[in-house]
């Protein structure tokens, strides 16, 4: 997908990293994310879907366009 395909996905925090592996907590802050409650709005590509689902339980998509 190129840059222009205007597609985004907003992902949410919903848990705390803490206790967590230093990775996923490396992933958060890639994503980001770094509270709870906080939002982001990110490109819909395979990179950032990777990312959502190695901290899927410490996060939750609200949106796709």
């Known amino acids: 997908m190129s840059k222009s395909d205007g597609k985004t996905i907003k992902v949410q925090q919903t848990a705390s990293p803490a206790r ?3 990775s996923q ?9 770094n509270r709870i409650g906080r939002l982001s709005e990110l490109p819909d590509t395979p990179q950032t879907r990777g990312m ?4 899927n339980h410490l996060v939750r998509v609200v949106e796709q366009k």
């Not at 907590?25 to 994310?33: N, V």
């Not at 959502?52 to 901290?55: D, L, P, S, Y």
């Open 20 to 22: 967590r592996h230093h």
């Open 52 to 55: 959502i689902a190695k901290v």
């Open 25 to 33: 907590r490396e992933t958060l802050i890639g994503l980001r994310l």
